[in-house]
């Protein structure tokens, strides 16, 4: 077995078997195909009532910093088969990646180390998870501008952050308050105020906000919490560590078929901090 330092998340051996989920996105324009004649007209400056803003991706400020390195980093690590891994291919996923400043999400003492493969210390004894897994994941959750996402686990905000490059609906939930404390007041200095965020034991759920189309959970937990599968659409899927904590858990892809049946897939070994419990 292959030992890869990896994740929040060591990563100890790679299968192969990405199969679900990493297709390529359909393009996001459809082809208007009626005759012209047939297509609605709308006056200049008068809006569409029946068309939907178009989703544009956030620019946070710090995006323009340290660009090189970001770059070299979805290059060499994220893209890269390297040491048997499975490259991370969808493009809106690497493009999320090079947009998403990391460093803006890591504390001082870390800055350097920001653009390396590897997860980073963020205090109270969590972790922002390794950018290779973060990566993985997102492709896994197979979204685009319409999903509604939610996150468990929300810890730095950086993962909540990548998602917000791919979809305007995006929840996340963390269980420890000074993380999200501080994971809120780093999202909104970068400017992402559309993700939605709550404090408290996500094992729960958002049940208002269900169902959601995808779901990830970042904390590794022994079985799937029963709430989040309810919250989840049928066409779903969550992706999860799920396993022993403090020691090797397998990253998996749980879907929901149209009729409500489920089916795991196990992707590879992977090591991330504990799923806990509010008392
Ligand atoms: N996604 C994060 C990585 C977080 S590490 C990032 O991008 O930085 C996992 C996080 O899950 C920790 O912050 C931990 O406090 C949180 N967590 C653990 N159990 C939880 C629970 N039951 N509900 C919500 N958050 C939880």
Known sequence: ?????LGVVFVLACSSSSSGGCAARAPSGQVDERPA???????????????PAKFVPPTPPAMAERVQERHRLVRDSIQSSRGGRTPVRDPDVLRAMRDTPRHAF???????????????????????????????MTEMLDIDENSRVLEIGTGSGYQ?????????????????EALAERAKRDLMSQGY????????????????EAPFDAIIITAAAAELPEPLWEQLAPGGRIVMPRGPQGAVQDLIVIHKDEDGAQRTE????????????SE
Do not use: C
């Open 193 to 208: 105020d559309n993700i939605r965020l709550r404090t408290g034991d996500g094992y729960a759920g958002w049940p208002e």
């Open 106 to 136: 890591v504390p001082a003492s870390m800055q350097s180390h920001a653009y390396h493969d590897r997860p980073l210390s963020i205090g109270r004894g969590q972790t922002i998870s390794q950018p290779y897994i973060v990566a993985y």
């Open 160 to 176: 909540a952050a990548v998602l917000a490059h791919l979809t305007p609906h995006v929840w996340s939930i963390e269980i420890v």
């Open 37 to 51: 004649r047939e297509q609605p007209v709308t006056a200049p400056g008068e809006s569409d009532a029946e068309t």
């Open 266 to 277: 196990r992707h590879f070994p992977v090591r991330f901090v504990p799923f806990t419990r």
């Open 1 to 5: 077995m292959r030992l890869v330092v």
